[in-house]
């Protein structure tokens, strides 16, 4: 039997409970970002406020996570987000997720808010509220080290917020590991609200897999897998941050603040030169081989436990903002890790600022907040983490603050539905444009697969991924006819799955990574003893998006929110192969009417219709859809 064990802290009466998910509810919502929505459909009332006590913030693993195999430690973390006002949705690795479920945890549901800061600990089936005081206005890894220290195990995970979090920016982070973030939609300014400083938890009861020969075949395939491809050989080295030059080369690498996708010295970013440079070490997430995560060391600026910048943190510190200065980039990606923000969002509302200052839109304390200044970037975290100055305003994320300054300013931001653009441009990669505007909690690049996939010749690893999906189309990047709509209506199911069992998109995906989908189905096979089908998995992805969407139109979000920002169609400058490019919006439009209709989505609202729910088992959520 494979069941889930919920966990409900109630802060403001202190008690806690639990309760088992029977079977076959599980099945339907096996984890995740799947499992964190049912459960905060059924618990949170609609209207709730996101940083009120009546907002519900739910962690989440799956049947699968704490397995000893490569990409399956992830946790989501999911609530109202007070950065969209709809569903958030946060996924972050590294070995919290895993000792959450060895400590026997599949979910943590927190309701209400404490009187006082509090911190809550699961060991081994033990659970307990602790007084927060101390820690409060405390750093992450200072926090880690105290909780380690006050609950007497080194081994102890801590999933915390920073100052940030405590102040409710809206675009702060949850950090566990000090250096591994939930980053996107503001899931710590909730926890800051509900005063919860962190989450600590210590198990030794590991999962082991239903079907064990089969789990081991697996995982010793991934040995050969590994060694047959060169892609992930060069992914494991330089990690996310080697496609700094592989994006800027294409001319789509988003730069100073998304006016143009060519950075002329990108070459300072590369993730060859931070190899070469700063590295320290490589780091992993528990059991994976891959070993992607950076560690840098920098004497007087860069303390080793906060990390090292992924990709999007080096283009939203580096390119967004037109610095190319890495020891700068690398100091601001240990700042927000140790005060608990997001770095695309920072990132990105800096460089939103850094354009208004310098069109006369934004007045910036002195601090010289133009594009390029290093200095006057990494003064700003500061701010923003403190809300003092311009931060505070900078703290409510560009959309809201552009609201403040008027129409100009809302034409210089790069967000979807108030989540500000991950570095990867629509314009040059045109199914991301469809995926960042139908997203339920904004613009996201890991909701679906991107458009290169679709060059793979005949042969190939990523063909045969894709096949597994039924896409055998090869289109170009630019194409957004129907057929590039299917492609990103299937790998958005099917990344929506990977988000419910919390696989690592890098290992588990439909095209380059290590393993494919058919071995995704193996997976759950062995680990859970389910005799189950592609068919019914994509099903499970195609749910939980349902549920994400139904969770919006719960609070009256629907299609009028699916919408690009108005730069996107403003051809791009500066230079590069993609100079000149721009998003055609009568094929936006149509391409979102075509998605709408494939998706069994009401085209004039963008709600799931009743007979889609129906089909998908979800008939008990059609009331919030029928406005
Ligand atoms: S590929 Fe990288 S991010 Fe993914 S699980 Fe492995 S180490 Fe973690």
Redesign the pocket.
Known sequence: MVTATIWFVDLTSGRIWSEVLDEATYRRYPGGSALAVYLLLQHMVSGAQPLSPDNVLVFAVSPLTGLPI??Q?RVIISARSPLTGGIGDSQG?GFFPAQMRAAGADALVFLGKAAEPVYFSLENGQAKLHRAEHLWGKNTGEVEEMIREELGDSKIQVAQIGPAGERMVRYAAVINNSNRANGRTGMGAVMGSKNLKAVAVRGTQYPKPQLEKEFKDLVKRGRTLLDENQGMQYFGKYGTAGLVEVQNARGGLPTRNWSSGYFDSALNLSGEKLYDTYLKERD??YA?M????RVVDIPDRVDSRYGGPEYETIAAFGSYCGIDDLEAVSEASARCNAYGLDTISTGATIAWAMDCVEKGLLKDDGLGLKFGNAAAMLQTIERIARREGIGDLLAEGSRLAAQRLGAEAMELTSEVKGNELPAHMPQLKRSLALIYAVNPFGADHESSEHDGALSAGPGTLERQHLLELGIQDTLSAQDLSPAKVKFAYYTQMFYSLLDTLGL?Q??WGPSWQLYGPADTQELVRAATGWETSLWELMRVGERRLNLLRAFNAREGIGREADTLPKKLFKPLLGGGPTEGLKIEREEFQRALEVYYQMAGWDVSTGYPTKAKLQELDLGWVGEFTDH
């Open positions: 490569s990409g430690s690795g992993s997430c994976c891959i070993r992607c995560k690592c890098f290992v």
